[in-house]
Nanobody
Framework: QVQLVESGGGLVQAGDSLRLSCVAS????????MGWFRQAPGKEREFVAG????????NYADSVKGRFTISRDNAKNTVYLQMNSLKPEDTAVYFC?????????????????WGQGTQVTVSS
């Protein structure tokens, strides 16, 4: 069982940067593929980025390519989302998720474990 806790959200201005962190409990973190998703008010949850268990494969939504970077540190049981050049449309609650099969899928249905989310608000 893995428990996930996100942090690093906040209120920033357009063009600013934030780094989100997701710390996992449990000894099997390194086996998990990890993903970041987001949900804006009134909208469905959407994929942002994913990283495979080894960090060798990464996957991004078109809307964040070139601005966001996902990474992981298995020694620290942590996955990161570096967000640069933030836009007001990036405003959402950001969730990290874990996939026991180890991939970097963009489908929320393959992720078995979810954090509670951290709010990111980008003002114009």
């Amino acid at each position: 069982q893995v428990q996930l806790v996100e942090s690093g959200g906040g209120l920033v201005q357009a063009g600013d940067s934030l780094r989100l962190s997701c710390v996992a409990s449990g000894r099997t973190f390194s086996r998990y593929g990890m993903g970041w998703f987001r949900q804006a008010p009134g909208k469905e949850r959407e994929f942002v980025a994913g990283i495979s268990w080894s960090g060798g494969n990464m996957n991004y939504a078109d809307s964040v390519k070139g601005r966001f970077t996902i990474s992981r540190d298995n020694a620290k049981n942590t996955v990161y989302l570096q967000m640069n050049s933030l836009k007001p449309e990036d405003t959402a609650v950001y969730f990290c998720a874990g996939d026991l099969w180890g991939g970097s899928s963009d489908s929320a249905t393959v992720y078995e474990h979810w954090g509670q989310g951290t709010q990111v608000t980008v003002s114009s």
